[in-house]
């Protein structure tokens, strides 16, 4: 019939078709035969003796006698931690530091096994975190215990759990910045000070010394300018750590800040800081539009003679692949220059804080086995692991003979360390208010947008506070 | 049409592509425009092989020119890192398993949009078309609650599922417009043999509609494997992860190495292409074929 | 027998197709594709056809989208599962919000890009193809392909090239034309633009093969009728190009503006919404707002917010359009 014509005519027939389907239906099928990782319940039986006090009559009068008993508990599940993080995985040194902490863990308690997922970039890590809370399946162990997770009430308050013993082996810069109220919502895993890094050849062709006052600093940035060069770039520090410097180590900033009186003295006077390199010209044009990765070429090619970050630069950044093999040895690290008569100062700021889900509160084996990797996390022989294979600071005091012994196999994590060590003044940023710690690192970045977009002082000064009003 | 005569010229041959375009310059100039869109898309591509061959730091200094030295290594440790060869088969997976529900559950609500007339049927075309309305974003958290208790979760044929939920708008619209211009003549022999709903469907629509279905399934197929957010939130197990997160996984927080990263996606988007290539005249015929011509 | 001519608001006419011997040109004059009466299915029939693919919908699209929605007057307790009606405080607050006008704004350039820019130069693309013999599937094929690939990807290509350093500007001091040299990212008045063009880019080539295969529809025949008539082309694509696909147009103009409406993924990379807010998107602000801040209720008012702007202005984008289709008075 004429119909079945118009059928053919118009493309496969559906016999074609089917058969099609059927090869796309075999594809699927063995698209779907993808090996899986089975994960297999281990039964771990460990025979436990105990000493037992049984009532025996003897010779008619009850006496008390004591017996060891041999008994094997009922079989246990392996338990499982589940522990998101950001790394990418091998190649990334952190994850081969982590993987050797596993170890230690792995001796203390083979009954446990703990999966480190890594996960993509933060944002995106962050959106699934909180996804997987608000539907109730919240990761065992958090890798960035955070001040907003807490208020959400996803975290553990581990303060029950710390005992003095521990406490005192964690840096209080590192503690103040996962405690909020009396609760301690993460330990400190990655608190690194934030020192200046200086060029030293660079400074060397202008012969200029390290400078250890803000007014040296600008003099730099003076001489670097006349040949074409920077002084250093809002987007690596100057939006950041540079007014954080300039503002909370001032006697009463850290109050009037916690008060959240935006406007006081010592927020405007860190303003003004950043005002003065932008009059002065010694960051470069683009700046706005840069963001700190962008910067950071800048100061690896030789073009600025200050950066700012913390010891995850050290392996990413300054002694990497494909970066001038000479950085490394014409790097110098100090304190940040004195603005007044409080001296230097250093900033220590978290990458990383472990926190334990809300939900360990019902399963206390699984919440021991928890607290042992928190334990194990933050235990001197971790740190010692972190500092050389990981170059990165838990955050946790080391007895300085083994510090210091440790940190011979690694030159530059020890002048990092070093120059922290020699500030006047050593601060962080928790505990204030909530807010500041929220904004704890883009406080000043609505500021400097305006800045550099050539607002006035004034309006620049507006738009911080009204940025951290709706914080 | 008499009214926009100009004035008389000898009529073209059919083999002259530019009827009244006589001017060459006119030629050059249109020529210019479509080789230079064509350059200002492939351009950025270009770009990205081109610097997927270079050394990280060769990539800050000389983003325009050719690599000094070819570095083949970042195919491979692209390949390793990314897990490209295994993620790819998930992804595939993924891809195909959506296009087939995608198929299923488009055809057979434009069949019903295309053929039939109900009370209400204005009022369901519209709350199709608000799922234009919402970005997959704003659903993340209700969905990652809501796939749990569905049992979806952390499962790939889940994740397929929800994209070809997802697409149904666009599916639906695009297989109504076709539908509707498929005559009436054949289904009607078919009730005159006695045929019911699903007959008529299976048997005579279904089938004639097989050029739009091609280009919905070359659409949807496109989607799926690229797909990002959803696929990053509704797995959990490594075992399950895509191609498209394992990309975005190579984006590190402190670290990115570009040229892993430019290769891994070169290799993400090979596949897109080449299946895009055989299927562009499909695609198009399937848009084309009588559809397309009122909303 | 319902006898009257077909148009778009009557269901019950008399279609050209129902004759036998069908011509492209009747094929064409269908703007509507009614029913006759109905001579099978049932209405249970039609409720299960439908039941898989707006169920899922419905499960899947609306169901999360509308309890995303009820956070923003519904105090979201995690702990203790129960919703208290928090009031309208939320809403209030968006209408004093700057930032939504900023946004708001962009949304409006990403509108101009799209509509204005993008569409135009898609269907004089697909025009050009169209009356060009050779390698057009070529061209087809190299305009489609940002459409391919993910938009992370993407945007990351765009950074480095629009970055002041080494993208674009490297290549503009290379030529020497140093003096063009502009932050494309953190300039006001530039930023607002660049933002929005890569997304602009890419969407040319979707709708340059969706208007091809629309004129591909297009008879033949009222081309050479033009040409026997001498008409130049930019005739042919006034006369005959553009009232035939007509229907598409208005569509490709709908989904335009929902797309400009929802537009977020270059911003929220090249920029993260821009030095000072200048680049900000109703869509960034509202990620911002609920992942960043994580302020959920605030959040989920801004969601509703751009879900009731993207229906409202769809509904009168598509209005407006369809008006002056009839006035055209069909095809020619």
């Not at chain 1, 008619?60 to 790394?87: F, N, S």
């Not at chain 3, 006369?239 to 270059?266: D, F, K």
Request: contains cysteine; proline residues 4%.
């Amino acid at each position: 019939m004429g119909d079945k014509n118009t059928i053919e005519k118009r493309g496969l027939s559906r016999r074609d078709f089917l058969r099609l389907a059927a090869t796309a239906g075999a594809g699927a099928a063995l698209a779907a035969c993808t090996p899986e990782v089975v994960k297999e319940t281990v039964i771990v039986e460990k025979p436990v003796e105990k000493v037992v006090k049984e009532t025996v009559i003897v010779g008619g009068t009850p006496e008390v006698v004591e017996k060891v008993v041999t008994a094997t508990p009922a079989p246990l599940e392996k338990i499982v931690l589940t522990h998101p993080c950001k790394w990418l995985g091998e190649g990334d040194n952190r994850y081969d530091a982590a993987i050797k902490v596993l170890a230690l863990y792995q001796e203390r308690r083979p009954d446990v096994e703990v999966e480190i997922i890594p996960n993509p970039d933060k944002n995106e890590t962050l959106k699934k975190i909180q996804a997987d809370c608000a539907a109730g399946d919240c990761p065992d162990l958090f890798e960035r215990a955070s001040l907003a997770l807490w208020e959400s009430g996803w975290l553990l308050d581990l303060a029950p759990f710390i005992d003095d013993a521990w406490k005192a082996r964690l840096l209080p810069e590192s503690l103040e910045l996962t405690s909020w109220q009396g609760r301690i919502f993460g330990i400190g895993t990655e608190t690194s000070p934030i020192p200046c890094f200086w060029n030293t050849k660079l400074l060397g062709e202008i012969g200029a010394e390290v400078p250890a006052t803000w007014d040296e600093c600008l003099d730099v940035g003076e001489k670097l300018k006349s040949t074409g060069r920077y002084l250093s770039t809002f987007a690596i520090g100057l939006n950041n750590h540079w007014p954080n410097n300039a503002c909370f180590r001032r006697p009463g900033a850290a109050e009037a800040m916690g008060n959240e009186e935006w406007e006081n003295e010592h927020a405007l006077f860190a303003i003004e800081r950043m005002k003065d390199v932008y009059d002065g010209g010694y960051h470069p044009a683009n700046d706005l539009d840069m963001g700190w990765r962008d910067a950071v070429p800048l100061f690896q090619n030789g073009q600025m003679a200050l950066f700012m970050n913390g010891a995850w630069a050290l392996d990413q950044q300054i002694d990497a692949e494909g970066v001038d093999p000479e950085l490394k040895d014409n790097v110098i690290f100090s304190a940040f220059p004195a603005t007044g008569p409080e001296g230097t100062s250093i900033e220590y700021k978290m990458s990383g804080s472990l926190g334990l889900g809300h939900h360990l509160a019902n399963q206390p084996r699984k919440l021991d086995a928890a607290l042992d990797w928190a334990r194990v996390w933050t235990s001197v022989e971790a740190s010692i692991i972190w500092a050389v294979d990981g170059r990165a600071n838990m955050g946790v005091i080391v007895p300085q003979d083994q510090w210091d012994a440790a940190l011979e196999q690694v030159p530059l994590f020890k002048k990092f360390m070093d120059a922290a060590a020699s500030a006047d003044v050593a601060y962080s940023l928790g505990s204030r208010s909530k807010k500041v710690q929220l904004r704890s690192w883009n406080m000043w970045n609505k500021a400097k947008d305006a800045l550099l977009l050539g607002k006035s002082m004034d309006e620049a000064v507006a738009e911080y506070v009204k940025w951290m009003e709706a914080a | 049409m008499g009214n926009q005569v100009q004035a008389v010229r000898a009529p073209a041959t059919r083999s002259d592509s530019w009827y009244g375009i006589r001017r060459s310059v006119s030629r050059v100039a249109l020529y210019a425009l479509l080789g230079g869109w064509a350059a200002m898309t492939a351009y950025p591509f270009l770009w990205l092989v081109l610097n997927s061959l270079k050394h990280t730091w060769e990539v800050f200094q000389n983003p325009f020119s050719l690599p000094k030295e070819w570095v083949f290594r970042n195919y491979a440790d692209a390949w390793r890192l990314a897990r490209v060869g295994t993620m790819s088969q998930r992804s595939l997976y993924v891809s195909v398993v959506s296009t087939v529900l995608a198929i299923a559950l488009a055809s057979t609500t434009s069949f019903v949009l295309s053929r039939f007339s109900f009370r209400g049927k204005k009022l369901l075309s519209g709350y199709l078309m608000l799922g234009f309305m919402v970005p997959a974003t704003i659903r993340l958290l209700p969905l990652a609650l809501f796939s749990r208790k569905l049992g979806v979760y952390d499962n790939l044929f889940g994740v397929a599922l929800i994209y070809a939920a997802g697409r149904l708008p666009f599916n639906s619209f695009l297989l109504t417009a076709f539908m509707e211009t498929i005559p009436h003549e054949l289904e009607e022999a078919a009730v005159m043999d006695g045929a019911g709903m699903w007959r008529v469907f299976w048997n005579v629509l279904f089938p004639l509609s097989q050029p739009a279905l091609v280009t919905l399934a070359t659409f949807q197929a496109l989607y799926s494997w690229s797909e990002f957010i959803l696929a990053f939130i509704l797995i959990e197990s490594l075992s399950k992860r895509t191609l498209a997160v394992g990309i975005v996984s190579l984006m590190g927080e402190f670290f990115t190495n570009y040229v892993v990263l430019f290769a891994a996606s070169v290799l993400a988007i090979i596949p897109a292409i080449i299946f895009f290539l055989l299927l562009q005249k499909y695609v198009v015929k399937g848009m084309s074929a009588g559809a397309l011509k009122g909303a | 027998m319902p006898s009257a001519p077909c148009s778009t608001d009557t269901l019950d006419c008399e279609r050209e197709t129902d004759r036998p011997n069908m011509g492209r040109e009747t094929i064409m004059k269908e703007i509507h594709s009614p029913t006759r009466r109905r001579t099978y299915g049932s209405t249970l029939g039609i409720i299960a056809f439908l039941l898989p693919g707006v169920g899922l919908y419905t499960l899947f699209m609306l169901y999360p989208t509308i309890q995303s929605f009820i956070y923003s007057v519904v105090e979201w307790e995690v702990l203790n599962p129960t919703t208290r009606f928090a009031g309208f405080g939320n809403y209030t607050r968006l209408l004093n919000d700057e930032v939504i006008r900023i946004a708001l704004a962009n949304n409006a350039r990403a509108w101009f890009l799209y509509a204005g820019v993008a569409l135009p130069l898609a269907i004089l693309l697909a025009f050009a193809l169209s009356r060009k013999a050779r390698g057009a599937s070529v061209f087809r094929f190299l305009y489609y392909i940002p459409n391919v690939c993910a938009a992370s990807v993407l945007a990351l290509i765009w950074r480095f090239l629009l970055a002041q350093e080494y993208g674009v500007n490297a290549l503009l001091r290379r030529l020497g034309l140093g003096s063009l040299i502009v932050p494309w990212l953190s300039t006001d008045g530039i930023v607002q633009w660049t933002t929005n063009l890569p997304q602009t880019w890419s969407r040319v080539g979707f709708w340059t093969v969706i208007f091809l295969a629309a004129i591909s529809g297009i008879s033949e025949e009222l081309y050479e009728a033009a040409q026997l008539d001498g008409a130049s082309a930019w005739h042919e694509l006034r006369y005959i190009t553009l009232p035939g696909i007509r229907g598409i147009y208005v569509s490709a103009n709908v989904l335009a503006m929902t797309w400009a409406l929802s537009t977020y993924i270059y911003q929220y990379i090249l920029t993260q919404g821009g030095p000072l807010y200048l680049s900000e998107t109703l869509m960034t602000h509202t990620l911002n707002t609920l992942f960043e801040n994580q302020d959920w209720g605030y959040g989920s008012a801004l969601a509703v917010f751009q879900f009731l702007l993207s229906a409202v202005v769809s509904l009168l984008v598509w209005r407006f359009l369809r008006r002056g289709e009839q006035t055209v008075g069909g095809m020619v």
